[in-house]
């Protein structure tokens, strides 16, 4: 097999993993939302290059985050079907990684979309 086939046999299967968590995690289809939402808005907005590239790597790692977390809960219920108090504990954990990389990254935005929103 060519090292084109193997490369693009991998980003089908990276785009399936993120097709099938984006249409079983709630969370991930409003950040995907979101994500479009602040990509637009430095558009319109013609925030600076520098400004652009903070908001796009926030934006993916808010995304890989839930990427991950809907991984782990994934594998966490295939090991313990059972909710297990370690279980509950560890997804609760990882789950607030993603709150507080959500809410930095919001603020983060606010940061720098409002000076661009100010001279409006």
């Known amino acids: 097999m060519t090292g084109l086939k193997i490369f693009l046999r ?8 993120i097709k099938t968590a984006f249409l079983e995690q709630q969370n991930l289809k409003i950040e995907f939302f979101l994500a479009v939402v602040a990509i637009l808005l430095g558009l319109v907005l013609k925030i600076g290059i520098l400004d652009f590239a903070i908001v796009l790597i926030l934006i993916a790692g808010v995304l890989v985050l839930e990427l991950l977390n809907t991984a782990f ?12 108090i370690y279980v509950k504990t560890a997804k609760d954990v990882f789950a607030g990684a993603v709150f507080i990389a959500s ?8 940061l720098i979309f409002l000076p661009y929103l100010l001279k409006l």
């Open 73 to 84: 809960e994934k594998i966490l219920d295939a090991l313990s079907p059972r909710i297990h």
């Open 103 to 110: 809410v930095a990254s919001f603020i983060i935005g606010i």
């Open 10 to 17: 991998s980003v089908s299967y990276a785009l399936n993993g």
